[in-house]
């Protein structure tokens, strides 16, 4: 064994995870593109589809985005209608991002993405849950 093995990319595990997830993202192009929107902005609305209304701190955590990355993100949803940002009555150190009309009208026309991607990797169901099992592990470990 070489002592230069290590820096090898096909043994590098952070490779195949970061170059599938750019491939997998790319395949949702498309179909967010009809739609008007960035993939960062998708799982964005997924989240705001979900809680309706949430901090930007807690909208962060689940997102896995600093917040110099999340604050642009939500001024364009914010633009284009389809959130609020609001400080909190509370404590105005908190921003609490809320969903609109538009951004929950959004959510019928997203309706055929999953399944649109998802027919574009053969990847069977069994597999499918132990890579999405394995991926969380990993994240829970990095938190």
Do not use: H
Request: aromatic content about 10%; overall charge neutral.
């Amino acid at each position: 064994m070489d002592k230069y093995d290590s820096l090898k990319l096909e043994n590098q595990l952070c490779f195949p995870l970061y170059a599938a997830s750019r491939e997998i993202v790319k395949l949702y192009y498309p179909y967010l593109t009809k739609l008007g929107i960035t993939y960062t902005q998708y799982i964005t609305l997924m989240v705001m589809w979900d809680a309706k209304s949430i901090s930007s701190k807690e909208l962060g955590k689940k997102l896995f985005l600093d917040s110099g990355t999340l604050t642009p993100l939500l001024k364009e949803l914010e633009k284009k209608g389809f959130v609020t940002r609001t400080r909190s009555k509370d404590d105005e150190r908190n921003l609490i991002v809320d969903i609109t009309d538009a951004g929950m009208a959004l959510r019928d026309q997203a309706l055929e993405v999953p399944m649109m991607v998802s027919g574009c990797i053969s990847l069977p169901p069994d597999e499918a849950v132990t890579l999405y099992k394995t991926l969380y592990k990993i994240l829970d470990e990095l938190k």
